[in-house]
């Protein structure tokens, strides 16, 4: 099958062909550059069997599903609850309806990996009038990436992927941290929003609720402004004034930036909490593994990372650490395993969306 591949995420829109499961094709584009994509469809693949969408938020959905107009109506509905992916990827099905008409087209869903958290790790400790339709708790995020690490983990250990308990930390513009246990995401940092837990590019990551109410207290920022702060200029960016691309706080922190440094300390120190906390969520660690932009680019930030994970005993070999690709980077007969791995979201859409046309249950 020729499936054609759309992921919008915090700081790229990129586009794939996956034929007979291997990329044929990639290309990115400036996040909401939509325009300049539609201008290359055609040129990227003949007429595809299926196209493939991820869509950062599906609510409690568990599986992929076809779209139609009330479908992508009903998702289009939860634009506040992931405003900076949310609506791109809406435009992107409405584009692919019209150039390729007649092509199915597939979303494919972050948050269903983490359908079945458990209650504990689900829950916010709100009012029960609150919590009883079960919709405002925690959906946790990128998990077509936490699915696609898992199984390549399991390739490159050699184990079965529903025996590995595991701590798989998402490094991208965003982060998130999840705890997968016999094939299950059992926690996770994020929660109803990808606002939740660790620091990100331009999201605050985890802040206590009683500075956001005294804020709104003043009367000085309302709640839209609000929101817009905590998603496009917090985290790294907020912090240092740049874009919250890794690269640039890097470079700004090598140039002697005290803000830049501190910026890097905060980001270091939250995501060690998450991976902490993640790792008290299995009975046993098997592995850790690290992936999206920054874990694949950037072996120096990894290695300050891993500098400071001592109480989980890793056994981290410098050497593998410094090198790039899919690796090991524990030493050999490590007890916890350590790897990097490149994400390939496309690959994972691609699977949804030929399980979701063979009606397969691609949720199990
Ligand atoms: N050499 C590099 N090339 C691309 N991205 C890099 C590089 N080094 C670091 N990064 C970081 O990777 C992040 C983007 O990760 P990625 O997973 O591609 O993003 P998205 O969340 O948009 O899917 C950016 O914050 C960027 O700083
Ligand atoms: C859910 C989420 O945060 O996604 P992204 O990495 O695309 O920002
Ligand atoms: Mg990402």
Not at 96 to 102: A, I, K, R
Not at 213 to 238: C, K, N, P, Q, W
Request: net charge negative; charged share 20%.
């Amino acid at each position: 099958m020729r499936i054609l591949t759309l992921s919008p995420g915090a700081s790229s829109l990129k586009a794939a062909v996956v034929v007979h499961g291997d990329t044929t094709v990639t290309q990115t584009w400036a996040h909401a550059d939509i325009a300049a994509f539609a201008e290359r469809v055609h040129a990227i693949s003949a007429t595809p069997d299926a196209v493939a969408v991820r869509f950062a938020h599906g609510g409690s959905r568990p599986r992929p599903v076809v779209l139609d107009e009330s479908e992508l109506a009903n998702l289009e509905r939860l634009t506040a609850l992931a405003p900076t992916q949310q609506p791109v990827s809406v435009q992107a099905v409405r584009l692919m309806w019209s150039l390729l008409p007649g092509v199915p087209v597939i979303a494919c869903f972050d948050t269903s990996f983490h359908n079945g958290l458990p209650e504990a790790a689900a829950r916010y400790a709100l009012p029960r009038t609150w919590t009883r339709q079960n919709r405002l708790r925690r959906y946790g995020f990128h998990g077509l990436s936490c699915r696609y690490a898992l199984r390549r983990t399991a390739r490159m250990l050699g184990r079965d992927s529903d025996s590995l308990r595991l701590v798989c930390c998402h490094l991208g513009s965003a982060v998130s941290v999840t705890a997968i246990r016999d094939g299950h995401s059992v926690d996770t940092s994020m929660g109803f929003t990808p606002v939740e837990g660790a620091v990100s590019s331009t999201r605050s990551g985890s802040v206590d609720p009683g500075l956001l109410l005294h804020v709104l207290s003043t009367g000085e920022i309302g709640v839209d402004e609000l929101s817009e702060t905590l998603f496009l200029r917090s985290g790294l960016a907020g912090m240092t004034g740049t874009s919250g691309d890794v690269r640039e706080v890097l470079a700004a922190r090598a140039a002697g930036d005290s803000e830049a440094d501190i910026a890097i300390g905060v980001y270091l120190h939250r995501l060690r909490r998450e991976i902490g906390a993640a790792a008290m969520s299995l009975d046993r660690l098997d592995a850790v593994v690290f992936t999206g932009g920054v874990a694949e680019h950037q072996p120096a930030l990894l290695s300050e990372l891993l500098g400071g994970l001592a109480p989980l005993g890793l056994q981290i070999s410098s050497s593998r650490v410094a090198e790039l690709g899919d690796r090991l980077i524990s030493v050999d007969g490590a007890a916890v395993a350590v790897l990097m791995i490149t994400a390939r979201i496309e690959l994972e859409l691609a699977r949804a969306a030929e399980g979701t046309i063979a009606g397969m249950d691609y949720s199990s």
